[in-house]
């Protein structure tokens, strides 16, 4: 048998080279926001009629590849409201989640983490759209494990909420997995009426129920 692909000797010509990258930002790449909320943030607010701690939330979307139970492939993520603007969640890494083999794929491991992130808005009955969103992936998830997620709302700025999440295995004390830190963007329920694909809108609007608790979140006092 040869060796394994990362004790094999490097090939000539094949070691990774960098190059000097710019970081100048032109209006078509307007510069990053920053993950640490500025000096005049203030506390998240946990609205009065947010569920209790121990709640489930339920989907916000039936078909949302994070929460919806619609889609068979979605993640299914189930989240709970915690003490505070904080919500616990558990994802289990199905087969259909792999990157490497019996391994959960990156890309997955970050939605279940921005899904988990995204539903803290709720609890502030604010709408909100991930702006920006960074991962670390500190231990491989293997398939079928349980991801304990934890996530909270750090401070909020105008319509920028700061917030960040772990994600840890072998239970909820368990080793951290992955973390992330969010920028989430609040926007008006027109956001998605404007930029949704025209069937699933219309569809979306024909549920009372969806549109009511949409619009009642505008509302905040
Ligand atoms: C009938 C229908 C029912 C509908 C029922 C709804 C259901 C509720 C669904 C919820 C769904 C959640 C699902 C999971 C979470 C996702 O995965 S959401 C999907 C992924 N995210 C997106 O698609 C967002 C795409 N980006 C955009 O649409 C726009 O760039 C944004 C984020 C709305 C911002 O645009 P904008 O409103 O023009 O913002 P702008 O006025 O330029 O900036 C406002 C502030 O935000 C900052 N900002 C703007 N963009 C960013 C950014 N990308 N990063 C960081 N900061 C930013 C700005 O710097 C600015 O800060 P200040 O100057 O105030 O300090």
Redesign the pocket.
Known sequence: MGPSLARRARLPGTAVRSAAVSAATSPET?P??SLVP?DDAVAPVRHPEAPAPGTPLGA??DH?F?CGQALPHGLHLQAHAGEGVSVTAEFTVKPQHQGAPGLAHGGVLTSAL??TL?SLNWLMHS??????LETDFLLPVPVDTVLHLDARCTAV????IYSDAVGRIGGPKGPIAVRAKA???E?K?E???D??RKEE?EA??EDPD??RR?RAFEVNP
């Open positions: 307007p990053e926001t500025p916000h979307y949302c994070g921005d899904e995204g709408i909100a759209v991930t702006g920006r700025h105008g319509r920028k920028v989430f963007i926007v329920v956001h998605f009426i930029n949704g809108i979306a609007m969806q549109v949409a």
